[in-house]
């Protein structure tokens, strides 16, 4: 069968797992030609990946036309509403809004701030790919993340995944929050209870253990 996509990765990142968890999701993983930008070795830094991609991050999703989408929600998105009903990003205008909402409260509070800490305060991806690094930023994104954390554990001691009663992109960002955590050895804090539970049931998904 003939590809429809494309989508540059690097495997093994949270970023790219996001879009692959939304692929495995919606049934069309087999839709996608997987093609591999080597980041710890700059890949992403070349003319080549430049011109489909100025902000130089993985991943991207190519269509046949040749269009680009890039950042993870928005290919997420794109991934949607393709295929199916919309259930990763909200069927109504409500409930896109409150998706949206807590989505981007993950991402920002969570995925991202744990982000921050790998590639400033830790030596991230080597002196080759961090040409820039505050240790002090670094170290008060993870605070963050802490603190997104304990809010994260409030609204799960009432229900199963993050923006309601069914798994959606917030739980995809979520994920890949968790994956950086790891990087990074910062452990759950054993009063997010709720949070631990949480992420051993994302763990055993079918879509995420595909995705890995």
């Not at 996001?18 to 919606?26: D, F, G, N």
């Not at 993050?162 to 990074?184: K, N, P, Q, W, Y």
Request: glycine share 8%; proline share 5%; aromatic share 10%.
């Amino acid at each position: 069968m003939e590809n429809m996509m494309k989508i540059y990765e690097f495997k093994g990142f949270p970023n790219p797992a996001r879009v692959r968890i939304a692929l495995a999701e919606k049934g069309v993983f087999d839709k996608a030609e997987f093609i591999q930008v080597d980041v710890p070795a700059g890949e992403h830094l070349k003319p080549e990946y430049l011109a489909k991609n100025p902000s130089a991050v993985v991943p991207i999703l190519e269509l046949e036309d040749g269009s680009v989408i890039s950042e993870c929600i928005a290919i997420t998105e794109y991934i949607d509403g393709m295929w199916g009903d919309q259930t990763l990003t909200g069927r109504s205008a409500m409930e896109r809004a409150q998706i949206s909402m807590i989505q981007r409260k993950v991402e920002a509070g969570f995925l991202d701030a744990v982000a921050a800490f790998f590639h400033h305060a830790t030596p991230g991806l080597g002196p080759d790919v961090e040409s820039y690094q505050n240790e002090d930023w670094g170290i008060k994104q993870r605070e963050k993340a802490l603190l997104t954390l304990q809010w994260m554990d409030g609204i799960l001691c009432h229900q199963e995944y993050l923006a309601g009663d069914r798994f959606t992109v917030a739980d995809i960002t979520a994920f890949g929050g968790f994956m950086f955590a790891g990087f990074i050895e910062m452990d759950i804090p054993d009063t997010c209870i709720h949070v631990r539970a949480y992420a051993e049931r994302l763990g055993n998904r079918p879509s995420i253990l595909l995705a890995s």
